[in-house]
């Protein structure tokens, strides 16, 4: 019988949520759902001196934007829970008993003062197997004095035993063969002194609790890979063990390491998938959401950073995702993060958005900057008309405000240089031109013809025009802005235009 596909994004609550971890949670999601599969959220809250609350709720929440909502998670749980590891503790100690009972791992009972002590005289110093003979632990203590030890409740720590002399080999669904020397690889701690696992032990034993069947994390895990594996040999489960694939980094816009909360805050974009309030300092990391992405351009450009299908094709549905996602176009090189390509997928999904899907966003943007919308069918009209000029949500008030209200100033420096008598004529008789019933063709045929008239050439008035409608020189067509104004309100604002440039 095949194994059932179980894939699991497994966060601490400790922070923000970065975009390289709403990625790792997408392409476990893709794959979960192109194989019929199960997507499982796992908080990994067992350190709990990084604990942050509110930080659970808000990874739920980025998921729930991005519209990958897990099958299974601490506010949906399934038949594998608890889903919280600080929930699981019970289930730890006694892998560690039995690693410790094979000689796969020992007690060590040095006290901090005595690391730092090591650290301070080698600053490379590794607990590990050509250090731990000088240490106080279970190899160097006699049997009495441990169980002595343990009696009377002094600190102390589980460590891994890790061989001397042995490669820690597995494919790697991404990379292929990768091999470590366990030489190199020092004795991690697996069970602290409160009793709770580190990542180490936790992650090996709840996978396996939960029938975890692939596991996709980044790369930076890479290095604890070979205590992993060894974990699952030693504990007796090696059949059971999932198979592994680690996601290429994200990296700076220079290609320099991986991108960082500093390097967004430097370079002026964010790097979390929404806004992060932090209830210890009250600072406020922004988001993508707030910054105006919309939820499926995030996730479209999220999966190409590191991903292709193998064509040309970049704009991606969810579900289209879902249809052409395969493990082996995922790259093994780092993808550079470039903010402006970030955004030209935004531009893209706001483009081929129907006014419909905007207009909720849009209204609620300009009633937050006071422009109170009357006519929601004219929105639509103005969504239509202006939503290819804008790449953030947020644009939408400044390129539709105008339409909303009349400008109550005017970029004079563009317009006074060249204004004369003549041109104020010129307007005020286009103005008188001006019907309900024109269309934006109709009203440029008749403005040309005026100029011609006029032997004014249409480049001279074309811009003063823009301005007297919008206030300065941006916005869509202007014959298109007139129609949508009306032939009313457009002739208000030619001819309090005319009266302010004749000062």
Known sequence: MEKKIRVRFAPSPTGGLHLGGVRTALFNYLFAKKHNGTFILRV?????????????????????????????????????????????????????????????????????????????????????????????????????????????????????????????SFNDMIRGHVSFDTNLVDDKVLLKADGMPTYHLAV????????????????????????????????????????????????????????????????????????????????????????????????NLLAMLGWNDGTDKEIFTLEELIGSFSVDRISKAGAKFDFEKAKWYNHEWIKNSSAESLQATVSSALLAAGIEVEDEKFLLKVIDTIKDRCSLLGDFVAQSAYFFTAPTTFDEAAVKPKWNLEKADFFREFASQITESAT????????????AEKNIKPGEVMLPLRVMLVGGKFGPGVFDIAVLLGATETKSRIENAVNIFNG
């Open 440 to 451: 934006a063709s109709e009203l440029e045929e008749a403005f040309k013809t005026l100029a």
């Open 204 to 299: 090996v034993a709840d996978d396996r609790a939960m029938e975890i069947s692939h596991i996709f994390r980044g790369e930076e895990w890479l290095p604890s890979a070979p205590i992993h594996i060894l974990l699952w040999k030693y504990l007796g489960w090696e059949a059971e063990m999932p198979q592994w694939a680690h996601l290429p980094l994200i990296l700076k816009p220079d290609g320099n390491g991986k991108l960082s909360k500093r390097d967004g805050d430097r370079l002026g974009f964010p790097v979390y998938a929404m806004n992060w309030n932090d209830p210890k300092t009250g600072d406020i990391t922004k988001g993508f959401k707030e910054l105006g992405f919309m939820p499926e351009a995030f996730v």
């Open 44 to 168: 990994e809250d067992t350190d709990q001196t990084r604990f942050v609350e509110g930080a659970e709720q808000y990874i739920l929440d980025c998921l729930n934007w991005c519209g990958i909502t897990p099958d299974e998670s601490p506010e949906k749980p399934g038949a594998f829970g608890p889903y919280r590891q600080s929930e699981r503790k019970p289930s730890y100690k006694q892998y560690a008993d039995q690693l410790i009972e094979a000689g796969f791992a020992y007690y060590a009972f040095d006290t901090p003062e005595e690391l730092n002590e090591k650290r301070a005289a080698n600053a490379n110093f590794l607990y590990g197997q050509k250090t731990r003979m000088e240490m106080r632990n279970s190899l160097t203590l006699g049997a009495n004095e441990v169980t002595d030890l343990l009696a009377q409740n002094t600190p102390h720590v589980v460590r891994i035993k890790m061989p001397s002399d042995e490669h820690v």
